[in-house]
Each structure stands twice: as C-alpha cells, then as structure tokens.
C-alpha cells in the first residue's frame, strides 16, 4: 500500500518551467518504481516519465528534452522538472508507483489524486 501525494502544479506561461513534486507514504520508497502520467479534459492519459530503484529514466518522446524526472529517496519523493511549457501542456499531472519497473508506464498500481498544470500563451 502506498499513498502519493502531487504538490507544485499551477499556472505559468508558455516558455515557463514548473517542477512538480510526488511525496510517498506507506511501503519503502526506494523499492520502487515511480512514473509520471498526465490527462488532459477529453483525451487519453498520457505516459510522460519514469525512473527505477537505480535512477535509470525514460522519457517519452513527446517531452523528451523538455522534461526530467528524478527522486530523492531521503526524503520519499519524486519530482518532475519541466521546462519550455506550451500550451498543449496543460492537463491534470498523475504521479505513479509499481513495485515492477516493467508495469510502470503501462498500468501502474498506485496514483495520485493529481495537480493542476496550465500553461498560458
């Protein structure tokens, strides 16, 4: 069992970076997998971001270069660097944890409630 918690989204301008936050709670963070996921009004959710227990990252292509994940283990928590945001950014941001690095961008076991992007042009 495990409880994550979204932090950082808001409203920026096109150009603009944001870094979002994901605390956990519950089962040693370390021992997972965690990603990042996004939705916006109408449309499928999209898979962003990933890291194992040993830091190796993906990043899709549609922010690769653009965005970076990472996680500090000290302090349980994953974050989501983004820079140069557009438009087409805005959506509802998701983080996500799976205990197998192979099921973390198709269908994670836990999610977050979810944080608010909006990027203005």
């Known amino acids: 069992q495990v409880q994550l918690v979204e932090s950082g989204g808001g409203l920026v301008q096109a150009g603009g970076s944001l870094r979002l936050s994901c605390a956990a709670s519950?089962?040693?963070?370390?021992?997972?997998?965690m990603g990042w996921f996004r939705q916006a009004p109408g449309k499928e959710r999209e898979f962003l971001a990933s890291i194992s227990w040993t830091e190796e990252t993906y990043h899709a292509d549609s922010v690769k270069g653009r965005f970076t994940i990472s996680r500090d283990n000290a302090k349980n928590t994953v974050y989501l660097q983004m820079n140069s945001l557009k438009p087409e950014d805005t959506a509802v941001y998701y983080c996500?944890?799976?205990?197998?690095?192979?099921?973390?961008?198709?269908?994670?076991?836990?999610w977050g409630q979810g944080t608010q992007v909006t990027v203005s042009s």
């Open positions: 519950g089962r040693t963070f370390s021992n997972y997998a």
């Open positions: 996500t944890a799976d205990l197998r690095f192979s099921r973390i961008a198709t269908n994670p076991s836990y």
